[in-house]
């Protein structure tokens, strides 16, 4: 006769039978994703999991967010409404929580600070558990997962992602050392009957809305954004018949930083056929220093030779536009409020994204950069009072992703010399001058 083991779990581990993998199997793994849309119970197994390890051994955790601007950000509500619920021992600090007995310590912790990545004491920690994981930045990320190097340590990420090419989903995509749950409400048997009832009524408003809050779908499914990831899959798989380029066709963008916290973005684009530009070189860097970024720029102009140079000529990177102007005269300064061309557009950013989204859908653009195709994906447009196109303000989308689109905005810049000002300025040197208005203020 077999005998099956019968696991009795504590109540504190009431959590989604999808999610005992992550129990049973978390000595097997150095990487956890799970993910899916709201009410799953992602959060509070976490949660309840880790109060349980904390209760039968030593263990050093860090709660971690991309930014954390208080403490009530951060996951200590779900911490604190479990140890009540529970009787258990805690000393609870402003920041952290200790264990009275086995001295195991959670700390809470926002990782950009002033825009800069902040990696102060996660040495030796053993469990990293990094919630909204999908607003974590690839730069963040790159230095994190280097940081926790305790042996048997673990990092745990949570999170409904906004776009496909997510960083941390690409992050543990196929590593044979991350267990993915997917989950999502109806796995969760815990669930409240409200619950239900509120995702069935946002199913019947909105069903885009419905597959990502819900669901977890990324985001880029949704109509509301302005190319989706079936054009842009299409874009990044483009092969073409010959591999040979017009190289006396070329335009040069470059996208300058607005903050510390981004990057200047430089790419070029050649023309392959009697159509089709593709997106031969992409490039960026971070240094704040503006006589760096001079040099760099006209380094890469001298190495690619573009007929056209369109770059960033606003806020901060007028004076720098100014500077780059005196050594190659004919560079076009690009003003995103300035008067668009298009009858469709509110301004010239929503022209250059509107010339970037027609050459996408009629096959005439081939991207090679990941990262401009994840940012691309969550571009949205915003249609006006007056008919008019808008693209959402760069401010929001650095507010929701926690950065700026530097590289969707060169690819932008690019298409707008493309489809606007290429061939008038190789006629005429002067109309290069004159996208720049003697009214402009160049740090509004």
């Given at each position: 006769?077999?005998?099956?083991?019968?696991?009795?779990?504590?109540?504190?581990?009431?959590?989604?039978?999808?999610?005992?993998?992550?129990?049973?199997?978390?000595?097997?793994?150095?990487?956890?994703?799970?993910?899916?849309?709201?009410?799953?119970?992602?959060?509070?197994?976490?949660?309840?999991?880790?109060?349980?390890?904390?209760?039968?051994?030593?263990?050093?955790?860090?709660?971690?967010?991309?930014?954390?601007?208080?403490?009530?950000?951060?996951?200590?509500?779900?911490?604190?409404?479990?140890?009540?619920?529970?009787?258990?021992?805690?000393?609870?600090?402003?920041?952290?929580?200790?264990?009275?007995?086995?001295?195991?310590?959670?700390?809470?912790?926002?990782?950009?600070?002033?825009?800069?990545?902040?990696?102060?004491?996660?040495?030796?920690?053993?469990?990293?558990?990094?919630?909204?994981?999908?607003?974590?930045?690839?730069?963040?990320?790159?230095?994190?997962?280097?940081?926790?190097?305790?042996?048997?340590?673990?990092?745990?990420?949570?999170?409904?992602?906004?776009?496909?090419?997510?960083?941390?989903?690409?992050?543990?995509?196929?590593?044979?050392?991350?267990?993915?749950?997917?989950?999502?409400?109806?796995?969760?048997?815990?669930?409240?009957?409200?619950?239900?009832?509120?995702?069935?009524?946002?199913?019947?408003?909105?069903?885009?809305?419905?597959?990502?809050?819900?669901?977890?779908?990324?985001l880029s499914n949704n109509n509301e954004y302005l190319i989706s990831s079936e054009i842009l899959d299409r874009a990044l798989n483009l092969s073409l018949v010959e591999d040979k380029y017009y190289c006396d066709n070329s335009v040069m963008s470059v996208d300058l930083s607005a903050s510390g916290a981004d990057l200047c973005v430089a790419k070029l684009f050649v023309k392959a056929n009697q159509n089709i530009w593709v997106e031969k070189s992409t490039t960026s860097w971070s240094q704040?220093?503006?006589?760096?970024?001079?040099?760099?720029?006209?380094?890469?102009?001298?190495?690619?030779?573009?007929?056209?140079?369109?770059?960033?000529?606003?806020?901060?990177?007028?004076?720098?536009?100014?500077?780059?102007?005196?050594?190659i005269q004919s560079t076009i300064g690009f003003r995103g409020a300035k008067k668009p061309f298009s009858k469709y557009a509110l301004n010239a950013r929503a022209d250059g994204y509107l010339a970037l989204k027609d050459y996408l859908e009629k096959g005439y653009l081939k991207l090679n950069d990941k990262n401009t195709i994840r940012q691309l994906e969550y571009i949205k447009k915003i249609y006006k009072p007056n008919g008019l196109v808008a693209i959402q303000d760069k401010k929001e989308l650095r507010k929701l992703h926690n950065e700026s689109p530097d590289y969707a905005d060169c690819a932008m810049m690019a298409l707008y010399g493309i489809n606007y000002c290429l061939n008038s300025v190789v006629v005429n040197s002067y109309q290069a001058e004159s996208f720049v208005d003697s009214e402009f203020e160049p740090f509004d």
């Amino acid at each position: 006769m077999n005998k099956s083991k019968i696991f009795i779990l504590p109540e504190i581990l009431n959590i989604p039978p999808k999610l005992y993998p992550f129990i049973f199997k978390f000595n097997n793994y150095s990487y956890f994703l799970l993910e899916g849309g709201r009410a799953s119970g992602k959060t509070q197994s976490v949660a309840r999991f880790l109060l349980y390890i904390m209760e039968n051994r030593r263990v050093r955790i860090c709660c971690g967010r991309e930014i954390q601007n208080s403490i009530d950000e951060s996951v200590k509500t779900v911490f604190l409404d479990l140890i009540d619920n529970y009787k258990l021992v805690y000393d609870i600090k402003k920041d952290s929580l200790i264990h009275k007995t086995t001295g195991s310590k959670i700390f809470f912790k926002g990782f950009r600070e002033q825009g800069k990545v902040n990696i102060k004491g996660l040495e030796g920690v053993d469990i990293l558990w990094i919630d909204e994981a999908q607003s974590i930045t690839k730069p963040t990320l790159d230095i994190i997962v280097p940081t926790i190097r305790k042996k048997n340590s673990v990092i745990i990420f949570t999170m409904n992602r906004y776009t496909r090419f997510d960083s941390v989903y690409n992050f543990c995509a196929k590593r044979d050392d991350c267990l993915h749950i997917n989950i999502c409400y109806f796995d969760n048997p815990y669930v409240d009957e409200k619950i239900i009832k509120e995702a069935q009524v946002s199913k019947s408003a909105n069903l885009n809305d419905y597959n990502h809050i819900w669901l977890g779908y990324p985001l880029s499914n949704n109509n509301e954004y302005l190319i989706s990831s079936e054009i842009l899959d299409r874009a990044l798989n483009l092969s073409l018949v010959e591999d040979k380029y017009y190289c006396d066709n070329s335009v040069m963008s470059v996208d300058l930083s607005a903050s510390g916290a981004d990057l200047c973005v430089a790419k070029l684009f050649v023309k392959a056929n009697q159509n089709i530009w593709v997106e031969k070189s992409t490039t960026s860097w971070s240094q704040a220093d503006t006589d760096i970024t001079k040099g760099k720029i006209v380094s890469l102009y001298s190495d690619w030779n573009p007929r056209l140079l369109i770059m960033d000529a606003d806020g901060l990177g007028y004076p720098i536009w100014v500077s780059i102007q005196k050594i190659i005269q004919s560079t076009i300064g690009f003003r995103g409020a300035k008067k668009p061309f298009s009858k469709y557009a509110l301004n010239a950013r929503a022209d250059g994204y509107l010339a970037l989204k027609d050459y996408l859908e009629k096959g005439y653009l081939k991207l090679n950069d990941k990262n401009t195709i994840r940012q691309l994906e969550y571009i949205k447009k915003i249609y006006k009072p007056n008919g008019l196109v808008a693209i959402q303000d760069k401010k929001e989308l650095r507010k929701l992703h926690n950065e700026s689109p530097d590289y969707a905005d060169c690819a932008m810049m690019a298409l707008y010399g493309i489809n606007y000002c290429l061939n008038s300025v190789v006629v005429n040197s002067y109309q290069a001058e004159s996208f720049v208005d003697s009214e402009f203020e160049p740090f509004d």
